[in-house]
């Protein structure tokens, strides 16, 4: 697969995810796919497999009621690999997380094989979800 | 002009624009800031990651070269930013590097990203990302 439909493979991630359709979303992801969640805070670390995937994704929209969004500023496509930009924005108990944030996604045969997250400011991000 | 060639255009544009991002990482490690002093735009803005002691926003080609020389002589020469990709698309273009900095018996160590905004073919705006940048902040205190 090129980099134009990789990039488009990963903006239909995003449609998933903002829609809360972690159904549509997990297609998507390879089963032995593995996403580094940024930071040093309560979610973050190497999650392993679709499966513990999914159940952080899932916990980024619990413990925020429902709140978290990922607005897609830009999606770029490479050879080894595909970015998309995007700002995060969620709230918790008063508390409001608004962050620029850049994903760096492996694609293969189709489907996502590793994620990693990189934040403007990892720190802050901890705080909002200790 | 066709749509065809039109979107010719644009790729070429991404392609040159990754190309000045490559030169900008040679540079950058071969501690060359005049010649990283050319890739930039007099009115660059670059964003640095964190909420460390050389965190925050960098306004004007001047403090940005003065921030990229502050990494150099407070890690004493030993800071390197090892370039995986460049990815050049039609609004931006990343860096993906490992950062590597050596200072006072402490390692910093760390998977880094950078998005440029490219403008005829300088850099107008650059914004660093980090995988933790907790380590970075405790590395530059």
């Known amino acids: 697969m090129g980099a134009a439909e990789n990039a488009e493979l990963v903006r239909r991630g995003y449609e998933a ?3 809360g359709d972690l ?10 796919a593995v996403w580094h969640a940024a930071g040093s805070g309560p979610l973050s670390g190497t999650k392993q497999g679709r499966d513990a995937v999914m159940a952080y994704f899932g916990e980024l929209g619990a413990r925020s009621q429902g709140s978290f969004q ?27 997380l608004d962050m620029a944030t850049v994903i760096v996604f492996v694609l293969r045969d189709g489907q996502v094989v590793e994620g990693r997250e990189f934040l403007e400011d990892p720190a802050r991000s901890d705080e909002f979800w200790a | 002009m066709t749509d065809r060639d039109d979107g010719k255009v644009r ?10 991002v490559r030169r900008g990482y040679k540079a950058f490690n071969a501690g ?4 990283l002093r050319d890739l930039f735009a007099e009115n660059v803005v670059w964003h640095a990651v964190g909420s460390g002691a050389l965190s925050g926003t960098k306004l004007g080609r001047d403090e940005v070269l003065a921030y990229f020389a502050e ?12 370039v995986r990709d460049v990815l050049g698309g039609e609004k931006h273009t990343v860096g993906i590097h490992q950062t590597h900095a050596e200072s006072d018996g402490k390692t910093l160590d760390m998977a880094t990203a950078i ?7 300088k850099i107008v705006e650059g914004r660093e990302f980090s995988e933790d940048s907790a380590l970075s902040d405790d590395f530059w205190t």
């Not at chain 1, 159904?23 to 032995?32: I, P, V």
């Not at chain 1, 990922?70 to 409001?96: F, L, P, R, Y």
């Not at chain 2, 790729?11 to 000045?20: I, R």
């Open chain 1, 70 to 96: 990922a607005t897609v500023q830009d999606v770029v496509g490479g050879e080894s690999h595909t970015v998309g930009i995007q700002q995060t924005t969620a709230e918790s108990n008063g508390k409001t």
């Open chain 1, 17 to 19: 995810f903002n829609a």
């Open chain 2, 32 to 35: 060359d800031l005049s010649a």
């Open chain 2, 115 to 121: 998005v440029f905004v490219l403008h005829d073919g």
């Open chain 2, 11 to 20: 790729a070429m544009g991404a392609a040159e624009n990754a190309e000045v």
């Open chain 2, 71 to 82: 990494l150099g002589e407070q890690s004493q020469g030993s800071f390197r930013a090892t």
């Open chain 1, 23 to 32: 159904e549509t979303l997990g297609e998507l992801f390879a089963e032995d």
